[in-house]
């Protein structure tokens, strides 16, 4: 865990020092503050961030996570330092855990910067802080699943934009398109793809439910995903 540890603050200090990722933080602000502007503080509407959770976060973090996870491995790939990390004595599971954790605490480090959209909420009436910690874990949770799957692709191809597009694709498919589909069919398919469906089990957290398959969904899925990402490296060790 060592290993882990030092990959991972490897990493989160490279995103400090890189211009993508300030690039990618001024998107996330802005789109974020354009949505609460838009959606949330308006004239009647409720003191609440259910509908910027539920929608537009996970609409904006479906493209703002894959470009934050595209340079992880592909940039590695690509500059051919991959061979030197393979080299020193760190196993594919550390740099796979380093990575996703050091993109974890950035992703993390973005959220607190939401903190002042409750305070302006505040101001204007009651807020359930409570509910906001239910949105919160929720948060985590999702940003954890989205960054798992962009480390997947990342580690698929040494092409930055082609792990964006996979990722922003597969992630789309996940979170509204088997949501939609689940609302227009009966029975056991149904119940299937809402089991698949990111969106149906973020929903709960925003309303303020904390279900343990709901949180067994997300760490699992997220699990899946490093798993295929560290035996996608151990193939390219022994190619």
């Known amino acids: 865990m060592q290993n882990v540890g030092t990959l991972a603050r490897r990493e989160l200090g490279a995103y400090f020092l890189s211009p993508i990722a300030y690039m990618v933080n001024a998107i996330f602000l802005f789109t974020a503050g354009l949505a609460f502007a838009l959606g949330t503080f308006r004239p009647g509407a409720e003191a609440s961030l259910r509908s ?6 996970v609409l904006i973090l479906i493209f703002v996570l894959p470009m934050l996870t595209m340079r992880l491995l592909s940039e590695e790939l690509r500059s051919g330092t991959i061979e030197t990390l393979m080299t020193v004595p760190v196993t594919d599971v550390d740099v796979i855990l ?3 954790l050091g993109a974890l605490a950035f992703y993390v480090v973005l959220l607190l910067t939401l903190i002042i959209y409750p305070i302006i909420l505040r101001m204007y009436g009651p807020v359930d802080w409570l509910l906001l910690l239910c949105n919160f874990l929720g948060l985590i949770l999702l940003g954890a699943l989205y960054i798992s799957v962009g480390l997947f ?9 082609v792990a964006v597009l996979l990722s922003c694709a597969l992630l789309a498919l996940m979170t509204f398109a088997f949501h939609a589909l689940a609302q227009s069919v009966e029975g056991w398919p149904r119940t299937i793809l809402q089991q698949l469906s990111i969106r149906s089990h973020f929903s709960d957290f925003v309303r303020g439910l904390v279900d343990v398959n709901h949180v067994i969904f997300f760490v699992t899925t997220a699990a899946l995903f490093l798993f295929l990402s560290v035996k996608i490296l151990e193939f390219r060790r022994w190619r």
């Open 52 to 57: 910027f959770c539920e929608v537009w976060m």
């Open 98 to 100: 380093g990575k996703f």
């Open 153 to 161: 692709f990342s580690s698929c191809t040494r092409h930055q934009v």
